[in-house]
């Protein structure tokens, strides 16, 4: 009995060291267009959904029914560099995003979508990944104040979306940081953006306009632990409509 182990065991370390030390991660997901495409169940709520991708050519793609029109937050969660798309049910893009969000690996899109089918593909390196769909409104999005004494909180690594829905709004934001060091302040959406970054006084710190992603603004700074304010307004004054903000580190 003990020879058969040792040898069970010298077979299993020559096979290791022949090996190495890499640990293959089996495609989980063989589907790769939107024919094969793995069902993910929506329904009952927020989302969460383990994945891994086999190698860099490795593709992702789920298929999710959407039974009520409404806002959806699609992002990912890993040390990877993930692209995410949203598809429509014929495949056309409707959204795309690809290390904006977190820790600068991950992708973060909100959406409003009608009743229907659509499709979620991913690509990045080898690995394993978390996706997220938040259907829940309330995870999500919140009523933005209008001046520093009913500013919202800005939680890092979180999307808010928000709304400039009259013209001349201004919505602001309230900004602990704990830490020193750079900071990264943006938004994501079709609305033209321009933010500002205020001290605890409401003195203007740093501002931006088109320097993000499309015509949204970016700003990165270097804070001291304290309490900052980020105001967002639309660049043209009477322009409104939907846009998605960020707080992370830089």
């Known amino acids: 009995m003990l020879t058969i182990v040792r040898s069970l065991l010298i077979v299993v370390v020559v096979l ?8 293959e991660i089996v495609d989980d997901h063989e589907g790769d267009s939107i024919h094969s495409a793995t069902y993910l169940d929506i329904s009952h709520g927020n989302v969460r959904y383990s994945g891994s991708f086999e190698d860099e050519w490795d593709k992702d793609i789920f298929r999710l029914v959407i039974a009520s029109q409404g806002y959806y937050h699609f992002w990912s969660s890993s040390h990877l560099n993930i692209t995410g798309q949203l598809l429509s049910s014929n495949g056309d893009v409707i959204a795309s995003d690809s290390g904006h969000y977190d820790n600068g690996y991950n992708f973060s899109f909100i959406r409003y979508l009608s009743a229907g089918t ?17 259907s829940d409104e309330d995870t999500f999005w919140d009523d933005i104040g209008n001046s520093i004494d009913d500013a919202t909180l800005l939680p890092f690594s979180h999307a808010i979306a928000a709304e400039i829905d009259y013209p001349t709004d201004v919505d602001i934001f309230q900004i602990r940081i704990d830490n020193s060091g750079y900071y990264r302040f943006y938004t ?9 970054l205020m ?27 304290g309490t900052y304010y980020l105001a967002v307004e639309s660049f043209n004054s009477s322009d409104t409509g939907i846009y998605v903000v960020y707080a992370g580190y830089d």
């Open 16 to 23: 290791f060291g022949l090996q190495g030390c890499y640990i």
């Open 118 to 134: 659509y499709y979620l593909s991913l690509s990045g390196e080898h690995g394993n990944y978390t996706i997220n769909v938040d």
């Open 188 to 196: 994501d959406g079709d609305l033209d953006t321009y933010g500002y």
């Open 199 to 225: 001290a605890s006084d409401g003195d203007i710190i740093n501002s931006a306009d088109d320097n993000g992603r499309d015509q949204n603004f970016a700003i990165v700074e270097y804070l001291y632990a």
